[in-house]
């Protein structure tokens, strides 16, 4: 066993996940979820994502030897403060944000106490939420970024590595801020372009979409308030990104108001060709 | 049986799925099927999406109640040109093309000759392509547009509704005109953003995307030849259709520039809505 006990803050797709995952794969005997809805923490004990439920974050690490922040950007903060303020010395503190950067940072205060941090990043996830959508299998086939901060200690990066790899991901370590700038990229532009792309349509575009528009924009359909809260913490790499991505849509435009159609084909045919070599192991994860 | 005869002209996803979908639910006797490769037009008789082949338009058109100009849209006026020569009067001029205002005006060249013809397009399909990715569910719960021009009659027009029907799909009648810009917005901006979005990021971004950059850009796997021949015949509506997204991509940007995170929230809200909304019956023709 892995761990003994595990405090989940958050049991959400997610947190829930997480805490049916470990138990599945028997990484973790006990996992304690804590959250602020009674009715969540019902359903996350019902469908046995945890064995014990609390609503009080500082009462239910006490006895944890790893506590994972699993609720939104916004929160952590917050919860890494109360947490880190009952933790036993040498439990590891780790979040699953989306975002690292700034919440590295943040954990990283606490870790200057003894505690060690790993922050953590599941490329895995949906448009769903809510623990009713949680699954053990979410992370099978996944990549999990670990961002170990300066409080960080080998000894709990093994130990978080060897428990995503336990649940089927592969991990891969960066800094903090290199996570930040290759999640814009690869996350958080697609999301905002999504949604800008359906705000653009005129309405009655929008009865005509087939699976090409369902698929490009499913994303869209994420949380707003959940991703503002990305937008405003990645807000540098995102506006680089969306820079980046102004310029290339206007090479596009110029390229067809020309009617340079060699062009044109040209600029398909290299995205085709990126597309077509994007890792695929993901795939298995679709919902 | 709707029809007797009825030849197909290009037997790849679209004319291969319309012939084993007409077989299967009876809505034509007998199919010819031409190509140039005669490997696939073997494998289309072998699949049994067409009873007879054949490399040559004009011959292969003689005995036809509907001949289907299936090639790509860069083909199509030419083909058309050598189907009315062999066609007996009477008998239905159609295309599948992507674009319908310049191809609609080439086929009612051939219609002031007595020859009904209706344009189609058909909002199934996927960035697969050939024979081997037919099937005879492909239009079931789909919509297929059609686009009567001047040669066309209400006779023609009924039974081809009839034969659309038979093999699940819903008829909207519109101008090529509406179908073009309805489209460039649908379905060929999604195109053009997917690859913009791809070729905007860097190198080494591309590893890190997840099921949400798959999705977004699923469509940029589609053939650059037929897009760039798309772009090329809608390219009036297509440029207006980036200008408008230009102007939403800008107005994202300074919201987030400007740290105004509730305008940001509200713009992703608003995106999550039309998401939400948007019809859901074509989800089951997903691949």
Redesign the interface.
């Known amino acids: 066993m892995l761990f003994d006990t595990v405090t989940i803050v958050g049991v959400g797709l997610i947190g829930g996940s997480l805490g049916l995952a470990l138990k599945a794969k028997n990484a973790a005997r006990r996992i304690i979820g804590v959250g602020h809805r009674e009715s969540s923490m019902k359903r996350a004990l019902e469908r046995g994502a945890v064995d014990e439920t609390s609503l009080n974050i500082e009462e239910a690490v006490g006895d944890s030897d790893w506590v994972i922040l699993a609720a939104s950007v916004r929160l952590i903060p917050d919860h890494a403060a109360l947490a880190a303020g009952g933790m036993k010395p040498g439990a590891i503190l780790s979040d699953v944000g989306s975002t690292k950067e700034g919440i590295c940072a943040e954990l990283a205060r606490h870790g200057h106490n003894g505690l060690p941090v790993v922050g953590m990043h599941p490329?895995?996830?949906?448009e769903q939420r809510g623990i009713e959508a949680a699954r053990a299998s979410l992370f099978e086939s996944?990549?999990c970024?670990l961002t170990p901060g300066e409080g960080s200690t080998d000894e709990a990066v093994s130990k978080v590595t060897r428990a995503w790899e336990a649940i089927g991901a592969t991990i891969v370590v960066l800094t903090p801020e290199d996570h930040d700038r290759?999640?814009a990229?690869?996350?958080h532009?697609?999301?905002?372009?999504?949604?800008?792309?359906?705000?653009?349509?005129?309405e009655?575009?929008?009865?005509?979409?087939?699976?090409?528009?369902?698929?490009?924009?499913?994303?869209?359909?994420?949380?707003?308030?959940l991703?503002?809260d990305i937008?405003?913490a990645n807000?540098r790499h995102?506006?680089d990104?969306?820079?980046?991505?102004?310029?290339?849509?206007?090479?596009?435009?110029q390229a067809?108001?020309a009617?340079d159609?060699?062009r044109?084909?040209?600029?398909?045919?290299?995205?085709?060709q990126?597309?077509?070599?994007?890792?695929a192991a993901?795939?298995r994860?679709?919902?």
């Open positions: 490329l895995a996830g949906s996944t990549t970024i290759l999640l990229g690869a996350s532009l697609p999301h905002v372009i999504a949604g800008v792309l359906l705000n653009s349509l005129t009655d575009c929008l009865s005509y979409g087939g699976t090409g528009l369902r698929d490009t924009t499913r994303i869209a359909s994420g949380n707003p308030d991703w503002r937008c405003a807000r995102i506006l990104a969306i820079e980046r991505f102004q310029n290339e849509v206007e090479v596009f435009r067809l108001a009617e159609d060699e044109v084909r040209d600029l398909l045919n290299a995205a085709k990126r597309r077509d070599n994007l890792p993901r795939l994860n679709r919902e």
